[in-house]
């Protein structure tokens, strides 16, 4: 009987902390390697937009450490987000990546630490590379919806880019 209790209360409490599981969204992002002509890390930003055009979080900015002169050319998120304040660009910016898969994961929370309001809004991927192309790729997400998954074609600087949200009450 003891075990039957044990078991009961801990499948309880397993399945509670996962109905109260903080609500996430991920970001899959694979850079893929390109083998032609001169190469270059790319610049890349992730952020989120309300419906209104105005940013709500920069996700991730990845930039070579000396190349803020180079900022602008990741076009769209430095007019929304970057060109107002150095100091907020030089808080989150981190190094230029190689090839490859990274996840980045957002808590749903704005640039001041707020969590969002059920809503819909825009995720942006913005990929530039200097001798190379310029992509820009955005996802609508609602976020009274509930859990969603999509995933996005490959372009000509990003490969597969999956975006999952998820821990979304209905």
Do not use: C
Not at 35 to 48: D, I, L, S
Not at 64 to 77: Q, V
Not at 99 to 118: F, M, R, S, T, V
Request: no cysteine.
């Amino acid at each position: 009987m003891r075990h039957l209790i044990r078991t009961i209360a801990a499948s309880a409490l397993f399945v509670s902390s996962a109905a109260f599981a903080a609500p996430q969204m991920t970001v899959d992002l694979t850079l893929p390697e390109i083998t032609e002509g001169q190469y270059h890390r790319p610049y890349v930003a992730v952020w989120v937009e309300n419906t209104q055009g105005q940013p709500v979080k920069t996700l991730s900015l990845w930039v070579w450490d000396e190349g803020h002169k180079w900022l602008k050319d990741i076009r769209r998120w430095w007019r929304k987000a970057g060109r107002d304040d150095m100091s907020f660009v030089d808080g989150i910016a981190s190094a230029t990546r190689p090839a490859g898969h990274y996840k980045i994961d957002w808590d749903l929370k704005d640039e001041a630490g707020k969590a969002l309001e059920p809503a819909r809004y825009t995720v942006f991927i913005e990929v530039v590379r200097e001798h190379g192309g310029r992509d820009l790729v955005r996802q609508n997400i609602d976020l009274a919806a509930g859990d969603f998954s999509v995933q996005l074609p490959a372009t000509t600087e990003t490969g597969v880019i999956d975006i999952r949200l998820s821990g979304m009450a209905r």
